[in-house]
């Protein structure tokens, strides 16, 4: 049932080639231990199947139009082949496509010319859609006729009569749409085959000569999309954790890179993140270098001669030059002091930039903005870089 899960999920889909080119869907999604209606709908347009699926990539579909011919025989228990020749003496079997059901006393053979179900099969690749198995005309109705109550049976293009749960006739007559309960679901009459379809798939009971090779193929298309999207997704993963945990863990990323050769995307990635690592490494060596050496000087220095009416709000030890966003790499002024604050009086303040300028260490001193309030009284706020000479 897991390995099922897996495979199929949990949705089955199913659809009929009705006559007169209208396409008939049934999909069912099994939830438990039921199947529940998940949609239904009717299309004469190729082109809005694939919409109607809502991205269902496997399906059963039903030939049951004008391309299938079926025949009733008095005769049974023989191999298929002697069947078709007693049913179609005068056809080359090699360019069909065939289905039988067989009773104590009769046989049922659908057959439909094999370029026509190959190029429908291909029409569906095309759209992304698997075929898993197909049937030919009304015979996908042998796949419930276990748990079909009825002793008639209305179908898209047919009436089917039962003996218990034995198919005695296939009478092909339209009639007005009817609908049934077949084992706790409503479908109508446009969707029994459907509903066969799914049954066949899901309790893996073959209808065509080909469903051994349809369903390798869809094996190996979803062997391929589960280990690509589980491989991607734990790369993916790597790469988050990597990304969250870089600067904590280096000597386990350096490790990784060795495993991660291959994936070219991921190591320009990886590249990126070392480059950003190695620039913030170096400001902050950058910071205990300074301070290291005359940084706490020179702070000491400006504390003292700062007046008594200037209040300071900020002292920035190579502030972040330009306007900063995620995208781009933090910038330094290397060798500049930022200062910010107020003061009460103009002249204190001139005073203490040309005091300032005098002293040895400082190259230049660089104000940026000086404002007076406009009520009388207020402070005047000021910012100032000082260059370092060093």
């Known amino acids: 049932m897991i390995w099922k899960s897996i495979i199929y999920g949990h949705n089955y889909a199913a659809i009929e080639h009705a006559e007169n080119g209208i396409f008939h869907l049934l999909q069912l999604r099994k939830q438990k231990e039921e199947f529940i209606i998940l949609n239904r ?29 079926t025949k009733k025989i008095m005769e049974t228990h023989q191999d ?8 179609f003496p005068n056809i080359a079997l090699s360019d069909f496509y065939y289905e039988t059901y067989q009773t104590q ?10 370029k026509y179900i190959d190029d429908a099969i291909l029409a569906y690749q095309k759209k992304g859609i698997s075929v898993i198995d197909f049937s030919l005309g009304n015979l996908a109705v042998k796949n419930i006729q276990e748990i079909v109550t009825e002793k008639r049976l209305q179908t898209s293009n047919a009436m089917i009569h039962f003996e218990g749960s034995i198919i005695q006739e296939i009478k092909k007559e339209q009639h007005p749409q009817k609908k ?20 066949s798939y899901y309790t893996r009971n073959a209808s065509s000569q080909i469903q051994q090779k349809l369903k390798d193929l869809y094996l190996q298309k979803r062997i391929f999309e589960v280990g690509f999207k589980s491989g991607l997704g734990f790369l993916l993963s790597v790469l988050f954790v990597n990304f969250l945990f870089f600067s904590s863990y280096r000597n386990q990323v350096n490790k990784l890179t060795g495993a991660l050769q291959m994936s070219e995307q991921y190591k320009t990635q990886l590249k990126s993140l070392q480059k950003k690592v190695l620039q913030k ?32 709000n900020q002292i920035s ?26 003061c009460k009086k103009n002249e204190d303040f001139s005073s203490w930039i040309s005091l ?31 260059t370092i000479d060093e």
């Not at 009717?42 to 004008?66: A, G, I, M, P, R």
């Not at 006393?105 to 094999?114: L, P, Q, T, V």
């Not at 300032?356 to 870089?385: D, P």
């Open 41 to 69: 709908s009717f299309q004469n347009d190729f082109e809005q199947v694939k919409v109607s699926l809502k991205k269902q990539s496997h399906v059963f579909v039903v030939f049951n139009n004008e391309q299938v011919l």
């Open 281 to 312: 490494k170096q400001w902050v060596q950058s910071l205990h270098s300074a301070s290291s050496s005359k940084l706490s000087l020179y702070v000491d220095e400006i504390g003292k001669t700062t007046p008594a009416t200037i209040l300071l």
């Open 356 to 386: 300032l300028e005098k002293k040895k260490w400082i190259q230049k001193v660089s104000i940026n903005n000086y404002g007076k309030g406009k009520k009388r009284g207020t402070l005047s706020n000021f910012e100032f870089e000082i």
């Open 180 to 199: 049934y309960v077949v084992n706790d679901l409503e479908v109508s009459n446009n969707e029994i085959l459907a509903l066969g379809g799914i049954i």
């Open 105 to 114: 006393e009769d046989s049922f053979i659908a057959i439909a010319r094999k």
């Open 80 to 87: 298929e082949m002697s069947l078709l020749r007693s049913a």
């Open 317 to 342: 030890f190579q502030p972040l030059n330009g306007v900063q966003r995620p995208e781009k790499a933090l910038a330094f002024e290397k060798n500049k002091i930022l200062i910010k604050g107020a």
